[in-house]
């Protein structure tokens, strides 16, 4: 079973504060994906990952950088946080297939004041 | 742009029953239709997938229905049972793998 975690599971900055969420994945998968869900949009992509060292703007990348410094490890940057960044984020990793599958994890929920 | 739309929203049925989920897209390139069941709290888990030279997927009680000419594909939760209450997002990926685009995704409750 693969096994993404998502740290920390709850967070609550102020506005202009910088913000770091952090994902942790041990199953050696080449991809990693950060993603926002909020009530009426489901899941928006905003940066994804191919490997260490590399990282890709995916369709909501704008006041947000992200950061792949190893396989296992990747990492969202809010450097200026604003209340419309409140939503709950979900880091994922996966594998290029034809038939890729998706492992979530269990999801951080920040509250940008 | 919606790439993936779901309807319903949300959608109330009895145990026992069959729930159909429905999901339409507009990218003729997309290829690959995974299905996420996700619990409050917890993070979206893949329940079942289908590609598009299959038009039909079968798992169980869930079923995935595919129709390429029309676009369109559902999924089935035959026997529905109280457990089965959760959000449900249809995904599709092109040809040249690159990013997942999920719908929206419809709200099943399923009454003892």
């Known amino acids: 079973e693969a096994a993404v975690t998502q740290s920390p599971r709850n967070k609550v900055a102020v506005t202009g504060g910088k913000v770091t969420l952090s994902c942790n994945q041990t199953n050696n998968h080449n991809n990693m994906y950060w993603y926002r869900q909020d009530t009426g949009h489901g899941l928006r992509l905003i940066h994804y990952s191919y490997g260490a060292g590399s990282t890709e703007k995916g369709d909501i990348p704008d006041g947000y950088k992200a950061s792949r410094p190893s396989q296992e490890n990747f990492s969202l940057i809010l450097e200026l946080a604003t209340p419309s960044q409140t939503s709950v984020y979900f880091c994922a990793s996966g594998v290029t297939t034809s038939a890729e599958t998706l492992y979530f994890g269990s999801g951080t929920r920040l509250t940008v004041l | 742009q919606q790439q993936v739309r779901q309807s319903p929203q949300s959608l109330t049925v009895w145990e026992g029953e069959t729930a159909i989920l429905n999901c339409s897209y507009e990218n003729s390139a997309f290829d690959y239709f995974p299905w996420y069941q996700q619990f409050p709290g917890e993070g979206p888990a893949l329940l079942i997938s289908?590609?598009?030279?299959?038009n039909k997927k079968e798992d169980g009680r869930f079923t995935i229905f595919f129709n390429k000419r029309e676009k369109k594909l559902s999924l089935h939760i035959a026997d529905s049972q109280p457990g089965d209450s959760a959000t449900y997002f249809c995904a599709a990926r092109d040809t040249g793998y690159q990013n997942f685009y999920f719908g929206k995704g419809t709200s099943l409750t399923v009454i003892p």
């Open positions: 289908i590609l598009s030279v299959s």
